[in-house]
């Protein structure tokens, strides 16, 4: 009987592997809509480099990191090397020219907390957000897509979560739940904690990649192309990753006193970050450091409400993900 139900789980566990690897490949963007991306950046290019011919237009947030699904708008970032620039007076110039080379619905939101113009192209129907010198984010872009590389079920896990998030409600930084950005650090912390380890510390390991951002040193080792099969001693599933994330965020993460950090791969304590009080808005109740801005925690958008509504959302998850053989309909119902 033993036996037999072995096999049962194990055929159970088989079939929820295979729907969520068919959940992440009906959400990666076919080639032709990379295609119009390119088309419309060279089209921005053009633009921007008639007013501004020194500067740059990078890509940045899921477009560029390896973590975006099909139709998402593209983020891009403006890159002038004058630092003397007013960034309202930039959008509000830039904004005007889209307007007049015929982009649509242009707005400049110079008062946003990052300051963007919005536009959207009717040629191939993308929308985007252009902001002016957000380097970081470049950066922190790279990082990412650097650990993408380096083993398949990050890009899997991500996909999974993001979706989950999206369809659940918890994505939604102004409702006080968690960003894309925050829960892709969580699934590279998550895979960096596992044993045998499923993704190295590219921090923690000799750079050879290294600029200075806002004062900030950036270093890391970026030749990843040598990692990969570094995860290969592991040979967790993805459905199996996927159950033991949700599993750790309802039921292992102490709140309380821990602060995940890629930049260390490690667990750092609350106390020593003094990230254990609230200071302004920040409450730190569920903690995770940038890999860059050490100061800032992603989880400074969570209020004492929404973290009850992230921490039952995962609890939610945990028990689809243990008890239901064919979990993906629940697990992704939209609120
Ligand atoms: N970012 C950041 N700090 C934050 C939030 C975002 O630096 N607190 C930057 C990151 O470079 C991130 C990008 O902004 O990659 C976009 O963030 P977000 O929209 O959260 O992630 P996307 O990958 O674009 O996800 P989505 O598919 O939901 O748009
Ligand atoms: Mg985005």
Redesign the pocket.
Known sequence: RMLKRQIACRSDINRMNAALLAIYESLIPPEEEKAKQKQLLALLDKIVSKEWPGARLYV??????S???SK??I?ICLAIEDANIDKSEVLLKLADMLQSDNLQDVQALTRAR?PIVKLMDPETGISCDICVN?V???V??KL?RDYAHIDVRLRQLAFIV?HWA?LRGV?V?YQGTL????Y?LMCIHFLQQRRPAILPCLQGMQPTYSVTVDNIECAYFDKVEKLCGFGSHNGESLARLVWAFFNYWAYCHDYANDVISVRTGSMLSKRAKDWTRRIGNDRHLICIE?PF?VS?D?GRVVDKFSIRVLREEFERAAEIMQCDPNPCVKLFEPY
């Open positions: 940045y947030g899921s477009c560029a990191n973590f975006g699904f998402s708008d983020d990052v957000n970081l984010a470049v922190n872009t990412l993001k999206k994505n930084t960003s894309s950005y925050a892709v940038d801005e800032h992603l």
